[in-house]
């Protein structure tokens, strides 16, 4: 199954660095553990980080790197804590107030990445609009609840999304709404009502109830007619009569994400900033296999590649993010003279903390 189109910064050249890390080779990897059980029949007490597998190169850069600020949150909110990071780091959001560790966060979170993927998409998105991201999707209906499935479950084609997104358009444009097709799992909107609605990640939906998720705001009230609409419109277009004939799932709904308004052009210095997604990719998915896959290649890969950038004295940085919290670790200040160095060296010199309990805490 491909991958979901990932919008969030697919190259490392689309970020100003953080306060004094001009230089540092940087790598940011979002989802890196869930909060979730890894098996429904694993039994009380296990979590997501008795299932990972051995890392020693993770291990090696815990030994020699030191937490350098936390940024700290809880499940609940609507950006991912690898999302606020990156907001964090380009600026976005309005009052900010201080992470510990010295880290500004912007509150309330509410980052335009939706204008962001557009330019990659090739779009005009010109400072001072407001845009969102609107998600083909398919919404399960379950016995008591409704699940958002995972969007690269729907396989759409091109002709398919184009296909429904000119069903659906009139609906948006009748209330002033203006509708851009992006890709096949990415249309865009734009009306100023979008600066200051606030909007869920789509990380923080898939697999769970998006009713729940749905903004309690006073411009909230048209999406969900919207959305009634759209659900309506779609339950019986051929595109998905065809889809059912088949035994696919039909696109029934969408998600709103990523609303908000750039305040400047959205092409930033570059630097050497790096975000993996692999493990991301397969919790969203709910394939524990394929998270202990992509944390074995993360050792041998660019783990191993900023092991080598520490080895040779370069200044590294490594984000890891949770579900709740983002941690980023880098080289103490100063490095540990001789003697330190030695001690770390021995057995008992060792940090207590290994790899498994430093993902507990995210």
């Given amino acids: 199954m491909p991958a979901l189109p ?11 660095p953080l306060p004094g890390t001009a230089g540092a080779e940087h790598l940011v990897i979002p989802w890196a553990v869930s909060l979730a059980e890894p098996q429904e029949e694993a039994g009380a007490g296990l979590d997501m980080t008795d299932a990972l597998p051995e890392l020693p ?34 600026g976005w959001g309005g009052a900010e107030e201080t992470c510990e560790g010295g880290f500004s966060e912007a509150q309330p ?6 204008a962001l993927w557009a330019c990659q998409d090739g779009l005009p998105a010109s400072p001072g609009e407001a845009w ?7 919404w399960l209906m379950g016995r008591d609840h409704l699940t958002l499935l995972h969007p690269d479950e729907l396989a759409l084609s091109e002709t398919e999304s184009r296909t429904l997104f000119d069903a659906v358009r009139p609906l948006f444009e009748s209330e002033g709404w203006e509708l851009i097709w992006g890709a096949p799992l990415r249309w865009y909107v734009r009306h100023p009502s979008l600066a200051g609605l606030p909007s869920a990640s789509l990380d923080r939906v898939i697999g769970r109830n998006p009713d729940l998720w749905m903004p309690n705001h006073p411009q909230a009230r048209l999406l969900r007619r919207l959305q009634n609409e759209v659900q309506m419109l779609l339950y019986q277009h051929p595109v998905n009569d065809e889809r059912e004939a088949r035994r696919a799932l039909t696109v029934n709904s969408f998600w709103l994400s990523g609303t908000g308004t750039p305040s400047a052009a959205t092409n ?9 997604n692999a493990p991301r ?22 783990l191993h590649e900023l092991r080598g950038a520490l080895d040779a004295g370069r200044p590294v940085r490594l984000t890891l993010c949770g579900e709740r919290h983002a941690l980023t670790l880098s080289l103490p200040a100063q490095r540990p003279g001789l003697w330190a160095s030695v001690r770390r060296a021995l057995p008992w010199g060792k940090p207590a903390t290994c790899a498994a309990d430093l993902l507990r805490q995210l």
């Avoid at 979170?109 to 939706?114: D, E, L, N, P, R």
């Avoid at 990719?281 to 660019?302: E, F, M, S």
């Fill in 6 to 16: 990932d919008p969030i910064f697919p190259t490392s050249d689309l970020t100003p």
């Fill in 57 to 90: 190169t993770l291990q090696h850069l815990l030994e020699h790197l030191t937490e350098q600020q936390w940024l700290r949150g809880d499940e609940y909110q609507l950006a991912a804590p690898h999302e606020r990071f990156l907001a964090s780091a380009v």
């Fill in 109 to 114: 979170t509410q980052a335009c990445w939706a």
């Fill in 132 to 138: 969102g991201l609107m998600t083909p999707s398919h």
């Fill in 268 to 276: 930033w210095p570059r630097w050497p900033l790096r975000v993996d």
């Fill in 281 to 302: 990719q397969a919790l969203l998915r709910g394939d524990l296999p394929a998270w202990q896959a992509a944390w074995r290649a993360l050792d041998t890969g660019p």
